[in-house]
C-alpha cells in the first residue's frame, strides 16, 4: 500500500470509530486546533493536525509532511489529499472529537489506536 493510501486508511479508519450523530456544528469543532495521533499495529505512527477550519497537516510515519484539506460534510469529517485523491469521509459522527479522546479499532489493517491531544503534536 502507497504512504498515501496507508494514511488514508488509518486516517479513516480512527475516525470511522467515532460514529452515529452529533449536532452538524459541533462534529470538527473540537479538532481545530488539535492533532489526531494514529498509532498502528506495526507501531507506525501518523499525526494529523487540523491547522484551521479547511486545513490539515500529516507528519507520515516517515517524518514527512503533507497539506491536505477537511471539511464537515453534514455529520462526516470528509479530508482530502491532493488534487489526484478523492475526498474521503467518515460515516456520520456518534461523539465529535475532543482533545482527550481515544480509542482503538480494528480494520483491514489490524488495530489502530487513536488519540486527540491539544495542540500541535510535531
Not at 477550519?53 to 497539506?67: F, S
Request: aromatic fraction near 6%.
Amino acid at each position: 500500500m502507497t504512504l498515501s493510501g496507508l494514511l488514508r486508511a488509518a486516517f479513516l479508519s480512527a475516525l470511522f470509530v467515532l460514529t452515529a450523530s452529533a449536532a452538524r456544528a459541533d462534529v470538527g469543532s473540537g479538532l481545530i486546533g488539535n492533532t489526531v495521533i494514529l498509532s498502528a499495529a506495526d507501531g507506525a505512527v501518523t499525526r494529523v493536525f487540523y491547522q484551521d477550519e479547511k486545513t490539515i497537516i500529516i507528519r507520515a510515519t516517515d517524518g514527512t509532511l503533507a497539506m491536505g484539506q477537511w471539511r464537515v460534510r453534514d455529520n462526516s469529517i470528509c479530508t482530502k489529499m491532493g488534487d489526484s485523491q478523492p475526498e474521503n469521509c467518515t460515516a456520520a459522527i456518534d461523539q465529535p472529537p475532543v482533545a482527550g479522546s481515544a480509542g482503538v479499532i480494528t480494520g483491514e489493517h489490524g488495530d489502530i489506536r487513536w488519540s486527540v491531544i491539544a495542540g500541535k503534536g510535531f
